[in-house]
Nanobody, 115 residues
Framework: QVQLVESGGNLVEAGGSLRLTCQVS????????LGWYRQAPGRERELVAG???????YYAESVKGRFAISSDNAKTTVWLQMNSVKVEDTAVYYC?????????WGQGTQVTVSS
């Protein structure tokens, strides 16, 4: 059974930093890519940062220069380092993995940025 478990969400002041972690387990096929998404109240879920198996790492314009996605070599842990956070970064953050056997989501972790 594939499981993705996010952690690290918290209440943080604007300008501060936060590091989200996603633990991936149960995959038995090659991974095509990993990504962090977020969904704010009343808005659609959006891709924040993507780490493909090959190619260029993707960042949404709104987070370029502030957020960084990384993973371990085995792709069992994915991190999202969030620096200089803004109030508009407030959302539930989700980890997603795309593998040959399918695409899977975590349950989400809440990030709240106060002014």
């Amino acid at each position: 059974q594939v499981q993705l478990v996010e952690s690290g969400g918290n209440l943080v002041e604007a300008g501060g930093s936060l590091r989200l972690t996603c633990q991936v387990s149960g995959l038995t096929s090659p991974i095509f890519g990993l990504g962090w998404y977020r969904q704010a109240p009343g808005r659609e879920r959006e891709l924040v940062a993507g780490l493909p198996r090959s190619g260029t790492t993707y960042y949404a314009e709104s987070v370029k220069g502030r957020f960084a996605i990384s993973s371990d070599n085995a792709k069992t842990t994915v991190w999202l380092q969030m620096n200089s956070v803004k109030v508009e970064d407030t959302a539930v953050y989700y980890c997603k993995v795309e593998a040959m056997q399918g695409a899977y989501w975590g349950q989400g972790t809440q990030v709240t940025v106060s002014s």
